[in-house]
T-cell receptor, first 109, second 116 residues
Framework: QKEVEQNSGPLSVPEGAIASLNCTYS??????FFWYRQYSGKSPELIMF????GDKEDGRFTAQLNKASQYVSLLIRDSQPSDSATYLC?????????FGAGTTVTVRA | EAGVVQSPRYKIIEKKQPVAFWCNPI?????LYWYRQNLGQGPELLIR????????DSQLPKDRFSAERLKGVDSTLKIQPAELGDSAVYLC??????????????FGPGTRLTVT
């Protein structure tokens, strides 16, 4: 059973601050890594993916991957109230995604 | 481009009754997934289709769950009979052919099932 662990949260950050989300995974053979955002009562929405070690930036979001440490993170810069949601880390291995339980982020105005 | 379509959005049934969920994937997406998401948890894969073929159904409780994807497009997931523990959100997702092992999966709105 592939395991994906996320920091439990909830995470509360002031508007304009950086939110930092962490995820570790157990399967060293994992190939690609995804971050989904899920608003309450809605389905997961893909934010970004990463498959190479290092950083990948997309607007206010930066994903970081360290395969040696089996660690992937998501930074949200200049956090906005609209970023308040649960963020799911997903790891791809054997052609399927394994999800973490999610970290709930609240951005306070 | 239309997203993944699911119906119904909500379903309330009594235990031991049957229930079915329908999914229409994004046009051109050959791969279709059914997930179950319990409250406070991430989605868990039930079954994955490549065109009409179920290539991974290892997590599908086959004693009561069944699925089909006729003609490699729409899919139906069925539970018969439903149990109280089946209450969850059932999500359908689709992806196109992968590149470099990357499967960008896009989710439908889900069906929230309540078994009483």
């Amino acid at each position: 059973q592939k395991e994906v662990e996320q920091n439990s949260g909830p995470l509360s950050v002031p508007e304009g601050a950086i939110a930092s989300l962490n995820c570790t995974y157990s399967d060293r053979g994992s190939q690609s890594f995804f971050w989904y955002r899920q608003y309450s009562g809605k389905s997961p929405e893909l934010i970004m993916f990463i498959y190479s070690n290092g950083d990948k930036e997309d607007g206010r979001f930066t994903a970081q991957l360290n395969k040696a440490s089996q660690y992937v993170s998501l930074l949200i810069r200049d956090s906005q109230p609209s970023d308040s949601a649960t963020y799911l880390c997903a790891v791809n291995g054997d052609y399927k995604l394994s999800f973490g339980a999610g970290t709930t982020v609240t951005v306070r105005a | 481009e239309a997203g993944v379509v699911q119906s119904p959005r909500y379903k309330i049934i009594e235990k031991k009754q049957p229930v079915a969920f329908w999914c229409n994937p994004i046009s051109g997406h050959n791969t279709l997934y059914w997930y179950r998401q319990n409250l406070g948890q991430g989605p868990e894969l039930l079954i994955r289709y490549e065109n009409e073929e179920a290539v991974d159904d290892s997590q599908l409780p086959k004693d009561r769950f069944s699925a089909e994807r006729l003609k490699g497009v729409d899919s139906t997931l069925k539970i018969q009979p439903a149990e109280l523990g089946d209450s969850a959100v059932y999500l359908c997702a689709s992806s196109d052919d992968p590149g470099q092992g990357i499967y960008e999966q896009y989710f439908g709105p889900g069906t929230r099932l309540t078994v009483t």
